[in-house]
Nanobody, 123 residues
Framework: VQLQASGGGLVQAGGSLRLSCAAS????????WGWFRQAPGKEREFVTT????????FYADSVKGRFTVSRDTAKNTMYLQMNNLKPEDTAVYYC?????????????????WGQGTLVTVSS
């Protein structure tokens, strides 16, 4: 079972990036998925979560209106479209899955994690 996050990079403030999280080894169609991030010297924090069929989403206030989460169940892949990026969005972004079908904001609810992809936003 493996989650592979990709799509990170260096972007100027106001720019956009699209992250992907591909799962292999098993299907996560019945699972909720989530994105978390960890900035240097800070704890990992919740970014967004999406339910098993994508009908429910929830965002941290800091990214609401700028980030959009989606998933392709057939491809076992989740995406995070990040627009109007800010320097404070700089972090390693992690994807994860949870048996909670509706998704969750709690780190403890997630049992599979990807390796992370670095997003750096310059001012």
């Amino acid at each position: 079972v493996q989650l592979q996050a990709s799509g990170g990079g260096l972007v100027q403030a106001g720019g956009s990036l699209r992250l992907s999280c591909a799962a292999s080894g098993r299907t996560f169609s019945g699972y909720g998925w989530g994105w978390f991030r960890q900035a240097p010297g800070k704890e990992r924090e919740f970014v967004t979560t999406i339910s098993r069929y994508g009908s429910l989403t929830f965002y941290a206030d800091s990214v609401k209106g700028r980030f959009t989460v989606s998933r392709d169940t057939a491809k076992n892949t989740m995406y995070l479209q990040m627009n109007n990026l800010k320097p404070e969005d700089t972090a390693v972004y992690y994807c994860a899955t949870t048996p909670t079908w509706s998704g969750s904001i709690r780190i403890a609810d997630y049992d599979s994690w990807g390796q992370g992809t670095l997003v750096t936003v310059s001012s």
